[in-house]
Nanobody
Framework: QVQLVDSGGGLVQAGPSLRLSCTAS????????CGWFRHAPAQAREYVAT????????DYADSAKGRFTISRDNAKNTVYLQMSSLKHEGTAVYYC????????????????????WGQGTQVTVSS
């Protein structure tokens, strides 16, 4: 069992950086393959980025490429999403997700790929 806690969201202006964190609430369980999704008003939950268990492989949605960086610190059971060049359309609830499914399945862009979800952290980007 993996329980995830998202944090780091808040109200920011467009442009500056913001780092989100996702930490396994039960430290006896190491965080598995993880991803980040976001859910904006009137939109479906959208894939943002993913990272393999080792951290050696990452992938980003087109909207995140070049601006967002996903990383992990397995010693801290934490996955990060560093967001830069924030835009107002980035306003959403961001969710950390985890799964035992393989990164190499190629299905990590889908919500059903993940078994565990954080509670979400609100990111509001003002114009």
């Amino acid at each position: 069992q993996v329980q995830l806690v998202d944090s780091g969201g808040g109200l920011v202006q467009a442009g500056p950086s913001l780092r989100l964190s996702c930490t396994a609430s039960v430290r006896t369980f190491s965080i598995p393959h993880c991803g980040w999704f976001r859910h904006a008003p009137a939109q479906a939950r959208e894939y943002v980025a993913t990272i393999s268990v080792s951290g050696g492989n990452t992938d980003y949605a087109d909207s995140a490429k070049g601006r967002f960086t996903i990383s992990r610190d397995n010693a801290k059971n934490t996955v990060y999403l560093q967001m830069s060049s924030l835009k107002h359309e980035g306003t959403a609830v961001y969710y950390c997700a985890a799964t035992q499914r393989s990164y190499y399945s190629g299905s990590y862009v889908h919500t059903w790929h993940y078994n565990y979800w954080g509670q979400g952290t609100q990111v509001t980007v003002s114009s």
